[in-house]
């Protein structure tokens, strides 16, 4: 059941979108972006409309070029910042901090202490791998 405090910490009323970051996720995910290059220019874009961007386009499902103009930063910005996440693993740094949280919130520990294996995995692990014509993607260079 919804309390005073349960609503107060989910609230979203000053947010632009249902998809948009709280202050508290935000301060969660905040120390792992990575800060801009030493010796560059300065970083014009903000990093949170930037996250609330990239979630907004993963909530909606729309492509890039529906992002709406003036609500986030431009299209090709936010598209930037999502590939250089990408390349430099931040959005794996990100999904391991929020799996943590949510072991701990759930009371669990951090990590997984025990593994199950199953004896039809092992026998089909001796036999090696089956043969398969299926396509292989692969992620295009920029």
Same mark, same amino acid.
């Given at each position: 059941?919804?309390?005073? !405090? $349960? +609503?107060?910490t /989910?609230?979203?009323? @000053?947010d632009? /979108? %249902?998809? #948009?970051?709280? #202050?508290?996720?935000?301060? &969660?995910? =905040?120390?792992?972006? *990575? *800060? *801009?290059?030493?010796?560059?220019? %300065? &970083?014009?874009?903000?990093?949170r409309?930037?996250?609330?961007?990239?979630? /907004?386009?993963?909530?909606?499902?729309? %492509?890039?070029?529906?992002? %709406?103009?003036?609500?986030?930063?431009? &299209?090709?910005?936010?598209? @930037?910042?999502?590939?250089?996440?990408?390349? =430099?693993?931040?959005? !794996?740094?990100?999904?391991? !901090?929020? $799996?943590?949280?949510?072991? !701990? +919130?759930?009371? &669990?520990?951090?990590?997984?202490?025990?593994?199950?294996?199953?004896?039809?995995?092992?026998?089909?692990? =001796?036999?090696?791998?089956?043969?398969?014509?299926?396509?292989?993607?692969?992620?295009?260079?920029?």
């Open positions: 059941m919804w309390t005073k !405090e $349960h +609503r107060d /989910y609230k979203r009323d @000053n632009r /979108y %249902p998809s #948009d970051l709280t #202050d508290e996720e935000w301060a &969660r995910l =905040e120390p792992l972006i *990575p *800060p *801009p290059k030493l010796g560059g220019r %300065p &970083r014009k874009t903000d990093m409309s930037a996250m609330n961007a990239i979630l /907004y386009l993963l909530r909606t499902g729309c %492509p890039w070029r529906y992002l %709406p103009k003036g609500d986030f930063p431009p &299209r090709s910005t936010v598209y @930037n910042i999502f590939r250089k996440f990408q390349r =430099e693993g931040v959005w !794996e740094a990100i999904w391991a !901090e929020l $799996h943590v949280a949510l072991r !701990e +919130r759930m009371g &669990r520990e951090a990590s997984p202490t025990a593994a199950v294996i199953d004896s039809q995995s092992l026998k089909s692990a =001796e036999k090696g791998a089956v043969k398969t014509t299926q396509w292989v993607t692969t992620q295009a260079k920029r």
